[in-house]
């Protein structure tokens, strides 16, 4: 039996003040409750992601993990009903004196159920066959009543090319799919924000997950269409790349790169003008998560600010030779670019980035390396 190393935590009369928090006793980490006169010790580190689980809430005798909700019991440390296996370490409490003390050597061990790791998680590894190009379509509408819509005809035009050129072709529209807005794990940590995105994991209703399929192991291209919306890319656009800072936060704290030689290429439509400041956002995120660009990456229409006949405007569009055939000229660029850098095959797993590489020394250290070497 392991010796008993029991350390003076405070005042019971203080620690009832909180039902629940988070204590750090050296390298341990011990989220304490109190609820309905008995206190509680368990470890503060959550099985799923090492989730700082005092920092959590009670739901009854439940401490819930403020990263991904997972659930354990406050005093057993046993997981929700149903999962009660999946536990972890519980710690002895006595008072003396009026003072809580703890045994810093748990009562019980940590166990992790096995979890099938999401399909997703698997490595970025691209398959033989023709240059992949994935078409997708930002534009808000109702599915059940579509209507023309100026970029996506611009963006179907592309896809037809790039099919002609002997590449595989995949169109999504984000109007057709449903999923949860970001819901800013990041915020909480950067270890919080997970790939696959934590939503993903835990919602099998959530549809992103098609997107990030599609973008980060199967196209070779990415063709993004937008209309613009107050001097912006659509609603639906941010929606989507508000949820792929997992994809970009896999760089930043493990210099984990998901996306290799992958092309993008933008379409933006709209009946006022813009069309420069929806470029460069789209641009700059798709350079921070990876994307490398052909020359003269986007093609763009608008008619200006005064110009609210947008009746016309469709009208234009749909006429419109130069349009349809800078569509397909964009995608023929992409095309070539994506061709030789699969010919290249430079497939770095680690890339320094300037300003933006995490400091060991200023991180906190690994959830997985905190609890091997406390439990």
């Known amino acids: 039996m392991a010796e008993a190393r029991w350390y003076d935590l405070g005042t019971v009369e203080e620690l009832k003040k909180q039902p629940l928090q988070q204590i750090a006793v050296g390298r341990n980490r011990i989220a304490l409750s109190y609820r309905d006169g008995t206190f509680g010790a368990i470890s503060g580190l959550c099985n799923h992601a090492g989730g700082p689980l005092g920092e959590g809430r009670l739901d009854g005798d439940y401490v819930v993990c403020p990263w991904h909700h997972w659930k354990f019991h406050a005093r057993t440390g046993e997981g929700e009903p149903g ?11 006595r008072e003396e004196d009026g003072r809580l003390l703890v045994n810093l050597t748990p009562a019980t061990r940590r166990h992790k159920n096995p979890h099938e790791p999401h399909p997703l998680a698997r490595r970025p590894e691209r398959a033989p066959g023709p240059v992949r190009v994935l078409g997708i379509s930002t534009t808000a509408m109702d599915p059940q009543f579509p209507r023309y819509s100026t970029s996506e005809a611009l963006l179907e035009t592309a896809l037809a090319a790039a099919g002609g050129r002997g590449a595989e072709t995949r169109l999504l529209r984000l109007s057709d799919l449903r999923f949860r807005a970001c819901e800013g794990y990041y915020s909480k940590s950067a270890h919080a924000c997970t790939w696959p995105c934590s939503i993903t994991q ?8 098609a997107v990030y399929e599609g973008i980060v192991h199967w196209a070779d291209v990415i063709l993004v269409a937008t209309p613009i919306r107050w001097g912006s890319a659509s609603s639906l656009y941010f929606k ?16 984990r790169v998901l996306l290799h030689n992958k092309v993008a290429s933008f379409i933006i439509t709209g009946g006022q003008d813009n069309i420069q400041a929806v470029a460069g ?8 998560i990876g994307c490398l660009f052909p020359q003269f990456p986007y093609i763009a229409h608008s008619r200006g600010w005064s110009a609210e006949d947008m009746e016309h ?20 660029r992409a ?12 497939d770095p797993d680690r890339v320094e980035r300037a300003g933006r590489k995490g400091c060991p020394a200023a991180l906190p250290e690994p959830p997985a390396a905190v609890a091997a070497a406390v439990e």
């Open 83 to 93: 999962f009660e296996s999946d536990c972890v370490p519980r710690y002895d409490l």
């Open 313 to 332: 405007n469709i009208e234009y569009v749909r006429k419109s030779a130069t349009l349809h055939d800078g569509a397909r000229a964009l995608v023929t």
């Open 281 to 288: 956002q789209m641009l700059g995120f798709f350079a921070e």
């Open 240 to 255: 989507m790349v508000e949820r792929m800072n997992c994809v970009q936060n896999q760089v930043t704290i493990g210099n």
């Open 335 to 346: 095309i070539d670019l994506a061709n030789v850098l699969l010919a290249a095959h430079q």
């Open 202 to 209: 835990m919602d099998p209703e959530d549809q992103m997950e």
